[in-house]
């Protein structure tokens, strides 16, 4: 199965590092069947692409605790054994936890902020807190960020992108 970990550049550079991200659990997002009964007219490229944006904002939740790491979203498409990826609904209708470490050679690819939507990401991390309570304001720097698009960079390329 098909999961989408939302983390930090800190944490993908630490993932390299150890050769994959765990320990379990794991939270993730992925295409649940909650999430395709809330998108029932959506294909299977647009209930991915709701799970990765799910990470995305994760990814933010992450950005807010870790002051110090570069300002960009990270989200890891990575495959799981089915068996081990268990829905958490009570976090989310995309929402699972992966029961085993997810090492690097099951990345299949990492979707990254581009360096320049620094300054809106970090806004948006700082105000994702008050978006996720209901704050109408907060939604809105939340929202600049989600609406733009992450870059592309295949498992092979993430050494070139911590590079950066």
Do not use: C, N
């Not at 605790?65 to 570069?70: A, E, G, L, M, V």
């Not at 620094?118 to 939340?142: I, L, N, R, T």
């Amino acid at each position: 199965m098909r999961v989408y970990l939302g983390v930090t550049l800190t944490e993908l550079a630490g993932a390299v590092a150890q050769g994959g991200f765990g320990p379990p659990p794991l939270a993730a997002a992925a295409v649940t069947p909650e999430l395709r009964e809330w998108y029932a007219e959506g294909d299977l490229e647009e209930l991915e692409y709701a799970a990765t944006m799910e990470a995305a904002r994760e990814s933010l939740r992450r950005l807010y605790r870790d002051p110090d790491t570069p300002r960009r979203r990270v989200v890891v498409a990575a495959d799981a054994a089915d068996g081990l990826v268990l829905p958490d609904r009570a976090a989310g209708r995309a929402a699972v936890v992966v029961q085993a470490p997810i090492p690097m050679d099951k990345v299949a690819a990492v979707h990254v902020d581009e360096v320049e939507a620094a300054e809106v990401v970090a806004a948006a991390a700082e105000a994702v807190a008050k978006a996720d309570a209901g704050d109408e304001d907060a939604g809105f720097a939340v929202d600049e960020a989600e609406g733009r698009e992450l870059l592309w960079y295949a498992r092979q390329e993430i050494a070139d992108l911590l590079r950066e």
